[in-house]
């Protein structure tokens, strides 16, 4: 797998010149991208959210969509609409935002459910139906959605049905001094995402996303999945647990992080790195629970202690 890792590497290194200090955080983002997968970025205003996803966008050579999230957004705005042209006599469709391969859906919280529930088809079958007329999306198509946690007034927020459609959720938290002098001396004359240039093709991207399918999953890795997701949905502080989605996510993002370290087989160490990203956003907490201020964070740790591995061998061919 070392072509797919140093694939990773040049976006890697591409994307720290703007994003300083946060390279677990950068992993997790391109795991997401070579799983085909969708992202929320969530965390407190001015850490670097939008500049996250903008980073990974100007290193990709792809088309770029950007959709400042609003209450008065309609769906339509989205998608796209059918204006009738008086010259043809004929209805032509005009292709929103969302017609991209890569979209930037910034502060995702504050549309309304109608508009967040035009992204639903979107996000799972690649397609979007407009006027009784389906349309596909290109190839490759990815969501980075934002959101801020702290702030409700004005949002609504995700429903389950959306956020079991993101793959992971990451933040990036604030940095530390050393990083913080390192940001103010960068932007000094002008941002650093201004200068950013592409490192990498659609058809890199492809192939890559195309690789990671081949990366070996063996039997004893698949059964500890499926038992850490099975053992999510019958816990006591838990309302929802872990959706079949959440075991396809945890098997796809796992090989995608094995070819990362350049391994072409998964280890169970894969899929406890993954685990907190893949679950916590989608782990819904019963009354009882949230009264006693659980976090959801703190139930995959004590599932990660709880369901124990079975015995390999882990290496194998696909």
Do not use: W
């Not at 002008?190 to 063996?218: D, G, W």
């Amino acid at each position: 797998m070392d072509d797919v890792k140093t694939f990773a590497t040049r976006l890697l290194d591409n994307m720290r010149q703007v994003i300083v200090g946060k390279r677990e955080t950068i992993e997790l983002t391109l795991i997401c991208l070579l799983s085909q997968g969708h992202l929320l970025i969530e965390d407190v205003p001015g850490v670097g959210k939008t500049m996250l996803a903008r980073s990974l966008a100007r290193s990709l050579d792809c088309d770029f969509g950007r959709i400042q999230f609003t209450p008065d957004i309609l769906p339509s705005d989205l998608t796209g609409v059918s204006i009738y042209n008086q010259a043809t006599r004929e209805f032509e469709f005009k292709r929103g935002p969302l017609m991209t391969q890569i979209l930037l859906a910034d502060e995702i919280n504050r549309a309304t459910p109608k508009t967040q529930a035009a992204l639903l088809e979107a996000m799972e079958e690649r397609q979007t139906t407009v006027d009784g007329t389906t349309y596909a999306l290109p190839h490759p198509f990815m969501v980075l959605a934002t959101q801020n946690p702290i702030e409700y007034e004005g949002t609504f927020p995700l429903p389950e049905a959306q956020l079991d459609r993101f793959t992971l959720r990451v933040s990036l938290g604030y940095p530390q001094p050393a990083e913080e002098i390192v940001i103010l001396d960068q932007q000094q004359f002008q941002h650093p995402i201004e200068t950013l240039t592409p490192v990498a093709t659609a058809a890199e991207l492809q192939e890559a996303q195309e690789a990671i399918k081949t990366i070996y999953v063996s039997p004893a890795v698949k059964d500890y999945i499926v038992r850490l997701v099975g053992q999510s949905r019958s816990h006591e502080a838990l309302y929802l647990g872990g959706s079949p989605r959440s075991s396809l996510n945890l098997y796809r993002t796992g090989q995608a992080r094995a070819a990362l370290k350049g391994r072409d087989y998964v280890l169970p160490d894969d899929i406890k790195a993954l685990a907190a990203p893949v679950l916590v956003h989608r782990l819904i907490l019963n009354p009882s629970a949230r009264m006693r201020n659980l976090d959801p964070r703190s139930i995959v740790q004590e599932l990660l202690d709880k369901v124990k591995v079975s015995e390999g061998p882990f290496q194998g061919s696909a």
